[in-house]
């Protein structure tokens, strides 16, 4: 790493939200041509800083030098003419609009009656794409693109004019394990020109993969920096978590969990007869292509395989979303033809879907509320809601997930995100459910929330209740499952006991094979 | 709408939150009630007549239809959709229960269930289109406020249809429980039931969960299809209901009757808090929202504001408070 002037260098930030103190005393850095990850769970401030460096907050002391001069950027827009290019979670793109058209957005060549030259668009944008070293096709509408792609035409919208620094807050979140490396070898297109990217993420792997310099923050101070080489994963949970959570890297099992897995080895060695929950026999629909799978109570599945692979549809068809045109689909031994959700629910099927926003909760209403949806018919005595049964179903969802909410009538809105997981979990305590469905768990959840999630899941199988789990974080897959089918075009590839594989890049291999 | 994640650690509904800006940003229509208070003090102030417990029973009196067909659209606009037939439905549904009782005779009962399940029958179709063909409700019950308001036309032949049944009159209009004007009595049956409905039955979990939102409802196993149809069913009969009521009134049921009638519906609706994007909203807050309504139109007439000057009034204090009640959320 050159030693010159840095990118950028923040010293001693501290910011205040009325008696929270976010940053207290922060300092970051970043050289030219360097990925810097930023690190640390919800709340510790990682947000904040990036919001002083995008002119978004104010701080309240410390200095911000930029290419080593001092700044004070007052709005995004001067930060955005120091060089500072943001790319955040939300897409800014216009889908339905092709690539070029989104990349020229309010600033289009002109030809002459100052109309629009829509081929010198095409082909300015095309040449601009070539340059950076994306491999986006510029006459590409944006909705028709697979996710990482909208996600590098993101990026290179934000790089364009003299830009030296990328911001990147979490971008891999809505990628599955193939897609990251489109992003991680654009990132590396981008570093080669000498622009220092600031890598926000949640997941660990990617820091290695692909950063310099990592920077953990909790409570608002520097945790450490470290050059990513010399560090190992467990010094990074460990800066992380911060003292006194040593447990965090689930390197040793509960008893219970050891005695699940063991019980669940027993019966498939001695072939004792434990019939499965549900059954998939050659179930074919829309999305599917003769899917074999079997449950039994008390394992914990997983499905493996890209995004579009068809995980998700798996999960649908089992929970009545879908319908099974061919096959059988057998429920605790009795073939079933659920044509909505309600009859699978009723059965004791339930569902932790992948957008907890969109599918999982309804925002706008409180803890309880939420709580008592899925099971309504339970709730209801002489035509009334059973307000009271239900506030104690919230309240003792609450305290056995461990939500940090200040109140069963507290509104999802004001939770975080891994206490709003929490909730969907809790939508499916009581009664308890025989198969969990569970599609990508810790999406936008931090380190502890995950782990306690991961606790959760474990608690189901351990009650007798079969899992089955989708996730593109393969370490998760494969710390938590007994059984692990790689899914891929609407087939199972194949399935393999976690024993069988080599750690993590045993199963990537295995993802990464069944797609050619 | 995409909600970030706050960063800060969990201060909600720390004590130090502002009492006020609290009641502001609550759900319960604090901020209503206090406009309400404000308009009834000063049109006591401008008019000695306006403060009377006459021209009070009068305001609840004028009120009925729209409080009525209020609750009704409470539920359609919670769930995340509109009804804009609801003063055609009451035209179609008084002259057909008036129809019938011209032509067969004097049995009140049966005519009063005609209008009735005239009512819902049209919300029955409203919901339906809207749900299984997926057209938006916006323009599902923007078609059917002309097709009910022509059909209503068409079978009287553009004529009022006159009722002669002294019992009806008394039912609807005229008579009197315990000193308390029956269209009152209606009003506060259906705000009662209504609210129980919204607020205490499994139902109106469903419904806030069907609008606040739908595909989360869907997959708590919900069928927020069937949600939506009941909603538009009630609107449908609650329209049936006031249009009883209007016509024990006028001794008649006339297609050209309360044309406009559900801008002044969803004005209160709107009023009392209820979201138009769906999930949020009470029938108390309807309730309030209606008397504002009602308080308008009579205290502008009492003051002597002309008539043509009314409508604009009131439509300029709904953008205010509308205006008002975007800009907390």
């Known amino acids: 790493m050159t030693e010159a002037k840095p990118l950028i260098d923040m010293r001693d930030i501290t910011v205040s939200f009325g008696v929270v103190r976010a940053l207290r005393g922060v300092n970051f850095e970043l050289h030219p041509g360097e990925v810097h990850a930023l690190l640390g769970q919800n709340g510790a401030g990682k947000s904040t800083l990036i919001k002083v460096l995008s002119g978004v907050y104010q701080r309240d002391s410390g200095d911000v030098l930029i290419h080593g001069e001092q700044t004070q950027f007052k709005s995004a827009q001067d930060s955005r003419e120091s060089g500072i290019a943001m790319v955040y979670q939300d897409l800014s793109l216009v889908p339905t609009m092709t690539v070029a058209a989104n990349l020229f957005l309010g600033r289009e060549p002109h030809g002459p009656l100052n109309l629009i030259r829509n081929r010198g668009l095409v082909s300015k944008a095309q040449a601009y794409l070539d340059e950076q070293g994306f491999p986006v096709k510029a006459n590409a509408s944006v909705d028709s693109l697979p996710f990482a792609y909208r996600q590098l035409t993101e990026i290179a919208k934000a790089l364009m004019g003299e830009i030296k620094i990328l911001v990147l807050d979490e971008p891999t979140s809505a990628l599955s394990a193939g897609e990251e490396e489109i992003l991680f070898e654009a990132v590396e297109e981008v570093t080669k020109r000498g622009v220092g990217v600031v890598y926000v993420t949640h997941r660990l792997h990617e820091v290695f993969r692909i950063s310099d310099r990592v920077t953990v923050l909790r409570d608002g101070l520097n945790a450490g920096t470290f050059e990513t080489a010399d560090i190992t994963m467990e010094t990074l949970v460990q800066a992380i978590v911060g003292p006194g959570h040593e447990k965090m890297t689930q390197s040793t099992l509960s008893f219970e969990e050891g005695q ?180 990508e768990p810790t999406v936008g959840v931090d380190v502890g929330a995950r782990d306690e999630i991961y606790g959760i899941i474990r608690r189901f199988a351990q009650a007798g209740c079969a899992v089955v789990v989708i996730s593109s974080d393969l370490v998760e897959l494969e710390m938590l499952c007994d059984n692990i089918a790689v899914v891929h075009d609407g087939r199972i590839i194949t399935t393999v006991h976690t024993s069988e594989i080599e750690g993590e890049e045993g199963l990537h291999q295995l993802v990464q094979e069944s797609a050619r | 709408m995409s909600t970030t994640t706050p960063e800060a650690p969990a201060t909600v509904g720390d004590s130090r939150v502002n009492p006020v800006k609290a009641m502001l940003k609550s759900d319960r229509p604090y901020t209503v009630f206090a406009a309400l208070i404000v308009l009834v003090v000063f049109f006591s102030v401008l008019s000695p007549v306006f403060f009377s417990a006459a021209n009070f029973a009068n305001i609840g009196r004028q009120t009925t239809l729209v409080t009525i067909m209020a609750v009704g659209m409470t539920f359609v606009i919670i769930s995340a959709e509109i009804d804009l037939s609801v003063a055609s439905i009451l035209k179609l549904s008084g002259v057909c229960a008036a129809l019938f009782m011209q032509n067969f005779g004097e049995n009140w009962v049966l005519g009063a269930v005609v209008g009735l399940a005239v009512g819902t029958f049209i919300g029955l179709i409203n919901g339906l289109l809207t749900t299984r063909l997926g057209i938006p409700s916006f323009l599902v019950t923007l078609g059917m406020l002309g097709v009910a308001k022509g059909l209503a036309f068409v079978i009287t032949d553009t004529a009022p249809v006159l009722i002669d049944n002294t019992a009806f009159f008394k039912v609807f209009y005229e008579g009197t429980i315990l000193g308390l004007p029956i269209p009152i009595i209606w009003t506060a049956a ?14 109106g979990r469903k419904v806030y969960a069907t609008g606040g939102n739908a595909v989360a409802a869907r997959y708590s196993g919900i069928n927020t299809s069937r949600v939506k149809i009941y909603c538009f069913m009630l609107s449908g009969l609650l329209a049936g209901v006031a249009s009883l009521i209007f016509a024990a009134q006028a001794h008649a049921a006339r297609p050209d009757f309360a044309d406009g009638l559900e801008l002044d519906v969803i004005a209160a609706v709107i009023l009392g808090g209820t979201s138009l994007f769906g999930g949020r909203g009470t029938i108390i807050g309807t309730f309030i929202g209606s008397l504002i309504i009602g308080v308008l139109n009579n205290g502008l007439v009492i003051i002597g504001v002309s008539s043509s000057w009314q409508i604009a009034v009131k439509g300029l204090i709904i953008i205010l408070a509308v205006a008002f009640s975007a800009r907390k959320r």
């Not at chain 1, 579009?308 to 033809?337: C, D, K, N, P, W």
């Not at chain 1, 004001?414 to 969907?424: A, F, H, I, P, T």
């Not at chain 2, 259906?190 to 139902?203: S, Y």
């Open chain 1, 260 to 439: 699940r897995r063991s019980a669940l080895l027993d019966a498939s060695s001695e072939q004792v007869d434990v019939p499965p929950v549900i059954e998939l026999r050659d179930v074919t629909n829309d999305r599917l292509n003769r899917v074999r799978l079997k449950v039994r109570p008390g394992e914990i599945f997983g499905l493996a395989g890209m995004v579009g692979s068809g995980r998700t549809e798996i999960l649908e068809t089992m929970f009545g979303l879908r319908r099974t045109v061919e096959g059988e689909l057998l429920y605790q031994g009795e073939a079933v033809a659920w044509r909505s959700p309600a009859p699978a629910i009723r059965s004791g099927v339930a569902l932790i879907p992948e957008d907890r926003h969109l599918q999982g909760l309804v925002l706008s209403d409180t803890i309880s509320a939420n709580v008592a949806l899925p099971q309504l018919r339970g709730l209801t005595k002489f035509g009334m809601f059973a307000r009271r049964e239900s506030n104690r179903r919230a309240k003792s969802a609450v305290s056995e997930l461990n939500v940090k909410a200040p109140g069963i009538v507290t509104k999802l809105e004001d939770l975080s995100g891994g206490n709003q997981q929490k909730v969907v979990f809790g939508k499916w305590l009581t009664p308890e459910p025989k198969l969990l469905l569970l599609d």
């Open chain 2, 190 to 203: 259906v705000l009662t039931i209504g609210g129980v409905l919204l607020h205490f039955t499994t139902f």
